[in-house]
């Protein structure tokens, strides 16, 4: 072979794998070999997105977002002249893309949108993989150029925005619009490197109509709400940050400061029963920070969403935004704060290279919450957390195939909502606790703090973290090392032997009482339930045997108000038995939950239930068809899933 082509087959390979830089105070410092991201169709190995600006309006009429992305970029050591920059779409018309340097004036450029060579005859499997991953939209940037300019508009079925008619809001009278970009929805409503590895500062002007607010996952500088056409709402966001954690919130808002740096918004109607939920939040800033280093976010604000929010809560940076069904009132559920809380360290500032180590971000997530929630409000409301978290862990376990119980995952032809089971949270953090119990917990906090000052808004993948530990905590003591599986944990499916099995003595208590009363030593009134918090119920429900006879149910209802209750877990819990059970007197209170939350942790175990049954099945399918307009685009596609389009 010819020299020449040789070190051109030297440099295409380069770039084919592509390195990660490392940059430090804007220096860069050195270069890693990057792991592919296979959910992204973005070229960030080559050309790389490194700012978005945003320029966009918020059409509640047409359900459009309409406006401007401009992207600066940089080409990356070894990228060939004529190099294109692909960036990931999903459903977005684009108007006009046009390029320039830092000073030039833009000039309008070619581009394409999706695979030229598109072939009809390709196998479902491959179409079904790029409905998933969307629409590549090359654009043919000329060498000089470092920025680029996209006119664009959303689509109104974008899966990442939920757009809200006022009937579907608390107040009733304004529309809402919320995003949620995590995993792979971001490229629905901006044109970017939709990769959690290419991290990006960003900063956006929104314009809204009249009496609306906007909120994002940035600093608010300046700019009225509702503004329409003038000047908009701006925010800046000057860290860098992974796409997924972009957001935008629009909707009649009120806020409420909770201490100097931290505040909640909500509609107004619920700003103040957010407010008394959350009162512990700063203690919870303090609490991390003692531990783990300092919250490097400036200001930290829940924005409470409407109803059909899917998840419990996402930790968009600065601004997490939650469920109401958090909001029970008596702050029992108020660990989801601490979770998201604790993604501004494990998430948000080390974060997942790429979906497949997820558990990077929730195991060590889950972790923090419990030290969180330990420190706070005590070992013992952390320990009851731990064990029904170690119980869905065994279910889970029990429920899904090997290949799917394996921390770093393989999602190889998989949609990466799919790898959302327990799985990456509850194991993920029962590995942390077993190597913080080999190795003492002072050893092992200190470990942690380095691990985020180390990594500190950096996309980390397993194999960095599996170096990092052995450097520095496994290498430092090999007998504790020895007492830990590392390989197992992470490669291999199910739970290693020898972990440290949480345990409650308040559990015992209720287990007994729970006995007693299947035994029938005494009455539902009889037993000591005064003072059991939510974690003790779900336990005492929980404990009961899957069948009960009708005059069970009922002596229950009676003695507990289970029916009537308004704390969101224990009423998913008890309609469950319900529906086992076939206890009619809940009917009407299914067919309420299910059509008035859209929570998808929810959703799925009740409507699975109900599925059981040829009769059930029919009733999901009646309070679905009733529901489903209200559900979030990402509930809908797994209730579909589920019970079939209706
Ligand atoms: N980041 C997740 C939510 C998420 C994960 C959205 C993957 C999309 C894809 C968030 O931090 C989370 O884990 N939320 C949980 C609540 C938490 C207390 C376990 C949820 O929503 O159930
Ligand atoms: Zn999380």
Not at 63 to 69: D, I, R, S
């Amino acid at each position: 072979m010819p020299i020449g082509m040789i070190a051109a087959t030297g440099m295409i390979m380069l770039v084919l794998i592509g390195f990660d830089q490392v940059v430090d105070a804007g220096q860069v410092v050195t270069s890693k070999p990057a792991e592919r991201d296979l959910h992204s169709l973005g070229n960030p190995e080559q050309v790389r997105v490194s700012r978005v600006e945003l320029d966009l309006s918020v059409d509640f009429e047409k359900k459009e977002l309409q406006g401007t992305a401009t992207l600066a970029f940089r080409r990356m050591p070894g990228c060939p002249p004529g190099t294109p920059l692909d960036l990931d779409t999903r459903d977005l018309k684009i108007e006009r893309v046009t390029a320039g340097g830092n000073d030039d004036a833009m000039h309008e450029v070619r581009f394409e949108l999706g695979h030229e060579a598109a072939n009809p005859a390709r196998p479902e499997s491959e179409l079904k993989w790029e409905r998933l991953l969307g629409t590549r939209l090359r654009i043919f940037v000329p060498d000089q150029a470092t920025r680029v300019q996209v006119t664009y508009r959303t689509a109104p079925t974008a899966s990442a925005l939920q757009w809200l008619d006022p009937p579907r809001t608390a107040g009733r009278k304004k529309p809402f619009l919320f995003t949620q970009s995590e995993a792979i929805h971001a490229r629905s409503w901006i044109p970017l490197q939709d990769s959690p590895g290419v991290r990006i500062t960003y900063a956006a002007t929104i314009h809204v109509p009249e009496g609306l607010s906007a909120v994002m996952s940035a600093d608010h500088l300046a700019g009225q709400a509702g503004q329409a056409g003038q000047a908009g709402a701006r925010f800046e966001m000057t860290q860098p940050i992974p796409p997924y954690l972009i957001a935008l919130a629009v909707g009649d808002l009120a806020f409420r400061a909770l201490s100097p740096r931290t505040g909640t918004y909500a509609e107004p109607s619920v700003v103040a029963a957010a407010a008394s939920e959350f009162v512990d939040t700063e203690a919870m800033i303090k609490a991390v920070e003692t531990r783990f280093g300092p919250y490097r976010w400036g200001r930290y604000d829940l924005l409470v969403l409407p109803p059909s929010f899917p998840f419990g809560g996402m930790e968009n940076p600065k601004l997490t935004f939650a469920t109401p069904t958090i909001l029970a009132g008596d702050r029992s559920l108020v660990s989801l704060v601490a979770h998201e809380l604790a993604h501004s360290w494990s998430g948000n500032l080390v974060t997942n290279a790429t979906w497949r180590d997820f558990w990077l971000n929730e195991g060590f997530t889950v972790y923090l919450e419990r030290r969180i929630v330990e420190d706070v409000f005590g070992p013992d409301r952390a320990a009851m957390e731990a064990v029904l978290g170690l119980r869905e862990l065994r279910e889970e376990l029990a429920a899904f195939p090997p290949r799917d119980q394996v921390l770093h995952i393989d999602l190889s032809d998989r949609d990466p909502d799919d790898g959302m089971t327990r799985i990456p949270y509850e194991k993920g953090a029962l590995f942390l606790t077993t190597i913080e119990h080999a190795f003492g917990r002072e050893r092992f906090d200190a470990f942690l703090r380095a691990y985020f000052d180390h990594f500190a808004f950096q996309s980390i993948t397993t194999a960095e973290f599996e170096r990092y530990l052995q450097d520095q905590l496994l290498q430092t003591d090999p007998a504790a090392a020895a007492k830990l599986n590392v390989q197992a944990w992470l490669h291999e499916p199910g739970l290693p032997p020898g972990f440290p099995e949480p345990k409650s003595s308040r559990f015992t208590v209720v287990a007994t009482a729970a006995q007693d009363w299947i035994d029938g030593k005494s009455s539902a009134e009889q037993l000591a339930t005064q003072g059991w918090s939510t974690h003790e119920w779900l336990h005492f429900l929980q404990a009961l045997p899957l069948e009960l006879p009708p005059e069970k149910m009922t002596a229950l209802d009676k003695a507990f108000a289970l029916t009537a209750t308004g704390n969101s877990e224990i009423t998913q819990q008890w309609l469950l038995m319900a529906i086992r059970n076939h206890y009619s007197p809940a009917d009407a209170r299914i067919e309420e939950f299910l059509t008035s939350i859209g929570r998808r942790k929810f959703l799925m175990p009740l409507y699975g239930e109900l599925k059981k049954t040829a009769e059930g099945t029919t009733r999901a399918r009646a309070i679905y068809a009733k529901a489903r307009p209200f559900y979030h685009p990402i509930a809908v596609e797994s209730v579909d899933r589920l019970l079939g389009t209706p």
